[in-house]
C-alpha cells in the first residue's frame, strides 16, 4: 500500500549497553532498549515520573557502529520504524513484541556527537532504504534481546 506510513522518532536515554549478535547468516543485528520519562502533577499537585520503555534493534553496519558508540545512559535520537514479530517462549508461550526497527540515530550528549545511519552516511544524507531492500527475517527461535 502505497498510501501508509511507518515512522518512529525517539529521544531517550539508552538503558544498557546495546547486545550485538549475528543472524546465522552472519548478519549483524544490535538490540538496546531506550526510556524515555514524562513528568506531570495528578489531581493533588503531586509530581509523577511515567518511563516508557522501547526495544531498537538495528542491522548491519547500523548495528556495528550502534554497538560501538552507545553506552548505558547515553541520550539518542532514533528514527525508524514499527515492527511486530511473534515468538514461542521457553515454556511454550506465543508472544508478540513490538520493536522499533532504527534506520537512523543520532548521539545527542554534548560528549560525543556522531551521527549514524544505515548507510553509515552522516546526518542530512538520505537514510532511506531502497523499496526491494528490506531486513532479513529472524527464525523465530531467534530472539534478539
Known sequence: ???????????GNVGRDPELRYTPEGIPVATFRVA???SRRD????LREHTEWHTVVAWRELAERTQRILQ?????????RLHTREFEDRDGVRRRVVEIWADSLLVLDR???EPVS???EERGASTELPDDTEAPKMPEDE???
Do not use: A, C, H
Open 1 to 11: 500500500m502505497r498510501n501508509s506510513l511507518n515512522k518512529v522518532m525517539l529521544i
Open 36 to 38: 524515555m520519562s514524562e
Open 43 to 46: 489531581r493533588d499537585g503531586n
Open 72 to 80: 548505558k545512559g547515553t541520550l539518542v535520537y532514533v528514527e525508524g
Open 111 to 113: 560528549r560525543r556527537r
Open 118 to 120: 544505515q548507510s553509515g
Open 143 to 145: 530472539v534478539p534481546f
